[in-house]
């Protein structure tokens, strides 16, 4: 799930558009145990978004999904491979949003537009799993850039500042742009600072102005 990144402006920027790794697809399944996992990781979802990944048990996800608690520890095991993979699902929709979803998210506007509107949906995607988040970086720090998901959106930013900034250093460019979006910073701004999600979107466009 390696990728190399692109160079700055070079001409082969579009076609790697669609040759990005994507977070690992989920195992082919029959349609009753596709629907019963949704309903468990809808669940798990509801519980984190409600109380954080604390108040997570087997038995509270298989009350609220309606699954039976057997069939909630045969598939995922314990609460931790549970969460991870509730971030695993949600990484995945966040992926297919802004590589193939409708504009200006995904493909179809301009470089410009697509930088905006990726930050923004990356402070809700951030903000919504911000706990669980948090927990696996204080775990691993260093580990997030190391992820695949971190090189998708890595080489994804990059070709599109190299789109809108030719013979920038947008490899370079990327990483400070995704910095910001660290699990502690964000935690940082929105639990001990309580500034909004719209206050930091806002403030994430005006920073990258300052110099427009």
Do not use: C
């Given at each position: 799930?390696?990728?190399?990144?692109?160079?700055?402006?070079?001409?082969?920027?579009?076609?790697?558009?669609?040759?990005?790794?994507?977070?690992?697809?989920?195992?082919?399944?029959r349609?009753?145990?596709?629907?019963?996992?949704?309903?468990?990781?809808?669940?798990?979802?509801?519980?984190?978004?409600?109380?954080?990944?604390?108040?997570?048990?087997?038995?509270?996800?298989?009350?609220?999904?309606?699954?039976?608690?057997?069939?909630?520890?045969?598939?995922?095991?314990?609460?931790?491979?549970?969460?991870?993979?509730?971030?695993?699902?949600?990484?995945?929709?966040?992926?297919?949003?802004?590589?193939?979803?409708?504009?200006?998210?995904?493909?179809?506007?301009?470089?410009?537009?697509?930088?905006?509107?990726?930050?923004?949906?990356?402070?809700?995607?951030?903000?919504?799993?911000?706990?669980?988040?948090?927990?696996?970086?204080?775990?691993?720090?260093?580990?997030?850039?190391?992820?695949?998901?971190?090189?998708?959106?890595?080489?994804?930013?990059?070709?599109l500042?190299?789109?809108?900034?030719?013979?920038?250093?947008?490899?370079?460019?990327?990483h400070?742009?995704?910095?910001?979006?660290?699990?502690?910073?964000?935690?940082?701004?929105?639990?001990?600072?309580?500034?909004?999600?719209?206050?930091?979107?806002?403030?994430?466009?005006?920073l990258?102005?300052?110099?427009?």
């Amino acid at each position: 799930m390696s990728t190399e990144n692109p160079q700055a402006g070079s001409a082969a920027a579009a076609p790697l558009l669609g040759l990005l790794p994507t977070v690992g697809a989920p195992t082919p399944e029959r349609a009753d145990a596709a629907r019963n996992r949704r309903k468990i990781l809808d669940a798990a979802a509801r519980i984190v978004a409600e109380d954080g990944p604390d108040a997570v048990t087997m038995n509270q996800v298989a009350h609220a999904s309606g699954i039976g608690v057997g069939t909630v520890y045969r598939r995922f095991g314990d609460v931790s491979q549970l969460l991870w993979a509730l971030l695993d699902d949600r990484e995945r929709q966040f992926q297919e949003a802004y590589m193939s979803g409708p504009p200006p998210l995904g493909p179809g506007a301009p470089a410009a537009d697509r930088i905006d509107a990726f930050l923004d949906a990356l402070v809700d995607r951030v903000g919504e799993q911000r706990e669980i988040l948090l927990a696996a970086h204080s775990a691993a720090p260093r580990a997030r850039y190391h992820s695949g998901a971190y090189r998708v959106m890595h080489t994804h930013v990059a070709l599109l500042i190299g789109r809108l900034r030719p013979g920038s250093d947008s490899t370079l460019l990327a990483h400070l742009l995704l910095a910001p979006f660290s699990p502690d910073v964000m935690h940082h701004l929105t639990a001990e600072q309580e500034l909004s999600a719209d206050r930091l979107k806002a403030g994430v466009r005006e920073l990258l102005r300052l110099r427009a």
